[in-house]
């Protein structure tokens, strides 16, 4: 075995660190030009303007150059989302990565040239074709289970934090000619060419697909807009779409202008930009890698927004009491720690609502949202940053705090659902086409294996409220016996005796049906099952006809526990 087959061996059994690792790449070459881009607009010395161009009229272009990128990936990512959908995800990612290359080589002749255009070409083409964030959230949607989502999420901000941290660090250094006469601002620009050319070959050869089943979706020109209309006509998920609208409106405000508040209030260099974003990276990656973690171990994705999105409100205030670098690297971590973890969560929430086959459709609105809000922040916005620079801070704070009002509006119906539906949920036979794909759906989310499930000798229920599906259970008989499988819970609905129920509804079906023992396969929850009168036993006791069907012989690993309960004299 050589090297590369080795090492593509652990990328195919660790689809998660494959992924992380193309987005960290590709970040890096992002990170690059951070530092570079405000300096071509802001720094006095610049020859890439005619002196007599107004540094307010460099700021208002500066926001039109930033609007461009964020309408380019507007019109863009939706049709990437859709053909990721229907071609896969690792096609997709070679295409944005190759887009990106391509997109820095001109704006690399763009500063060589002195030409404004060159520039706007240059962010423009990476903003159609290349929305790799985007088609990286659908692949971790893709190998996630509703438990670890989140995390994974989160892991998806750690890849962009430390590409942040590398990039900025570098491209501070590199386009800074004081360090070095051969450095400047084209050299971090084709250094990252360079780097979203090795992701290339690394997706190419390292990366699996993660798409299991492809959609025939269709493909409309115009989705970046048509997914506008879903979210603001969808009565289910408009008001959550509307908080991530206002959220990212105001923080795309704050990141895009950084940089030039950076320089004119505290006269920050090329460099001083590069360690600041590289400081940024950092609180992202601690938040998103660490302590994000430690929220949604225990509390569920709209519990942490309810909670954590007005203390983010305040946190851009506070960056208005730093007169000095010093105070502005210490309140800093403040705002990025409380954006690192309410981000993901609204992203989990709009994830959890979504099917197997169309993680890449509902994410793709979700960019849509947030392209079209970045870009609506640069260009109406750009007037505003130039007239005063604390406007970017108290605009998103008023924006976060809008948002709040919003998700409060969401928080109270879900409640008044989830209310509901613990009052009048029944326990249901699966009978339908419908009932099956949500069986499997629910399965999915809970990392259960459902390959097999439909096979004969198999019966499977519904803990369900209209069309909402609390939790699941399932017999499969095989002759005098039978293996409980498939017990799932939502999580929202866990802590409620939902399983229990469930498991005293099958019971009593199993004895109804002439199932003398009830065995069940698991991995980590005995004591719960023992708590249920089930009791552990070797594997050598199981009977043939359970040890033949397919969950204990292929699905489930082999150091899971087989438990035991005992109907016949019940």
């Known amino acids: 075995m050589t090297k590369s087959q080795f090492y593509q061996g652990i990328m195919k059994k660790k689809p998660v660190l494959a992924i992380f690792l193309a987005l960290f790449i590709d970040f890096i070459a992002f990170g690059l030009i951070i530092p570079v881009v405000p300096a071509l607009f802001s720094a006095e010395d610049h020859t890439i303007f005619d002196p007599s161009v107004s540094a307010q009229h460099r700021t208002f272009l500066y926001g039109m150059l930033m609007g461009v990128f964020a309408l380019s990936t507007f019109l863009g990512a939706p049709l990437l989302g859709t053909l990721s959908d229907r071609w896969g995800r690792k096609k997709i990612m070679i295409i944005t990565n190759t887009a990106n290359a391509l997109g820095f080589f001109v704006f690399g002749l763009g500063i060589i040239e002195q030409n404004f255009w060159f520039l706007f070409i240059g962010r423009t083409l990476p903003g159609l074709f290349g929305g790799s964030i985007f088609i990286v959230q659908s692949a971790m949607a893709d190998v996630s289970t509703e438990e670890n989502k989140t995390k994974n999420f989160g892991l998806v901000g750690v890849a962009c934090g430390l590409g942040f941290i590398f990039g900025a660090l570098l491209g501070g250094i590199l386009g800074d000619p004081t360090i070095n006469i051969n450095f400047g601002p084209t050299l971090p620009v084709f250094v990252a060419m360079g780097f979203n050319l090795v992701n290339v070959v690394f997706i190419l050869f390292f990366l699996s697909e993660t798409v299991s089943e492809f959609a025939n979706t269709p493909i409309h020109a115009l989705s970046g807009f048509e997914n506008l209309g879903i979210a603001f006509t969808d009565r289910k998920m408009r008001t959550i779409y509307s908080v991530i609208f206002i959220l990212t409106l105001?923080?795309?405000?704050?990141?895009?202008?950084?940089?030039?508040?950076?320089?004119?209030?505290?006269?920050?260099?090329?460099?001083?930009?590069?360690?600041?974003?590289?400081?940024?990276?950092?609180?992202?990656?601690?938040?998103?890698?660490?302590?994000?973690?430690?929220?949604?171990?225990?509390?569920?994705?709209?519990?942490?927004?309810?909670?954590?999105?007005?203390?983010?409100?305040?946190?851009?205030?506070?960056?208005?009491?730093?007169?000095?670098?010093?105070?502005?690297?210490?309140?800093?971590?403040?705002?990025?720690?409380?954006?690192?973890?309410?981000?993901?969560?609204?992203?989990?929430?709009?994830?959890?609502?979504?099917?197997?086959?169309?993680?890449?459709?509902?994410?793709?609105?979700?960019?849509?949202?947030?392209?079209?809000?970045?870009?609506?922040?640069?260009?109406?916005?750009?007037?505003?940053?130039?007239?005063?620079?604390?406007?970017?801070?108290?605009?998103?704070?008023?924006?976060?705090?809008?948002?709040?009002?919003?998700?409060?509006?969401?928080?109270?119906?879900?409640?008044?659902?989830?209310?509901?539906?613990?009052?009048?949920?029944?326990?249901?036979?699966?009978?339908?086409?419908?009932?099956?794909?949500?069986?499997?759906?629910?399965?999915?989310?809970?990392?259960?294996?459902?390959?097999?499930?439909?096979?004969?000798?198999?019966?499977?229920?519904?803990?369900?409220?209209?069309?909402?599906?609390?939790?699941?259970?399932?017999?499969?008989?095989?002759?005098?016996?039978?293996?409980?499988?498939?017990?799932?819970?939502?999580?929202?609905?866990?802590?409620?005796?939902?399983?229990?129920?469930?498991?005293?509804?099958?019971?009593?079906?199993?004895?109804?049906?002439?199932?003398?023992?009830?065995?069940?396969?698991?991995?980590?929850?005995?004591?719960?099952?023992?708590?249920?009168?089930?009791?552990?036993?070797?594997?050598?006791?199981?009977?043939?006809?359970?040890?033949?069907?397919?969950?204990?012989?292929?699905?489930?690993?082999?150091?899971?526990?087989?438990?035991?309960?005992?109907?016949?004299?019940?």
């Open 250 to 570: 105001g923080f795309s405000f704050f990141i895009q202008f950084l940089p030039i508040y950076l320089v004119k209030k505290f006269s920050f260099t090329q460099m001083g930009v590069g360690f600041m974003f590289a400081a940024i990276g950092v609180y992202a990656a601690i938040s998103q890698g660490l302590i994000l973690r430690l929220f949604t171990r225990r509390f569920l994705p709209d519990q942490i927004l309810l909670f954590l999105t007005p203390l983010f409100a305040v946190t851009y205030l506070l960056l208005l009491l730093p007169e000095t670098p010093g105070w502005l690297y210490l309140i800093m971590p403040i705002m990025i720690i409380f954006q690192g973890i309410t981000f993901p969560n609204t992203l989990t929430i709009i994830s959890n609502n979504a099917d197997r086959k169309s993680q890449g459709r509902y994410i793709g609105i979700n960019q849509s949202l947030n392209s079209f809000a970045s870009a609506l922040s640069a260009f109406a916005a750009s007037s505003l940053a130039s007239l005063h620079d604390s406007y970017i801070m108290t605009f998103g704070a008023a924006c976060t705090a809008v948002a709040y009002l919003f998700f409060l509006s969401y928080y109270r119906n879900k409640q008044s659902m989830r209310k509901e539906a613990l009052q009048q949920a029944l326990v249901e036979p699966v009978n339908s086409a419908e009932d099956m794909e949500a069986l499997k759906e629910m399965l999915a989310k809970a990392g259960l294996p459902f390959d097999d499930v439909g096979e004969q000798n198999q019966r499977f229920f519904l803990y369900r409220f209209k069309e909402l599906v609390l939790g699941t259970i399932g017999l499969q008989k095989a002759g005098n016996f039978g293996l409980l499988r498939s017990l799932s819970v939502a999580r929202e609905f866990r802590r409620k005796h939902l399983g229990q129920n469930m498991i005293d509804k099958l019971i009593n079906y199993s004895s109804e049906t002439g199932i003398q023992q009830l065995y069940l396969i698991t991995t980590s929850a005995q004591t719960y099952f023992e708590k249920q009168g089930f009791r552990e036993i070797s594997r050598e006791k199981v009977p043939s006809e359970i040890q033949g069907t397919r969950e204990y012989a292929e699905l489930c690993p082999s150091e899971a526990k087989v438990m035991v309960k005992y109907l016949a004299h019940e």
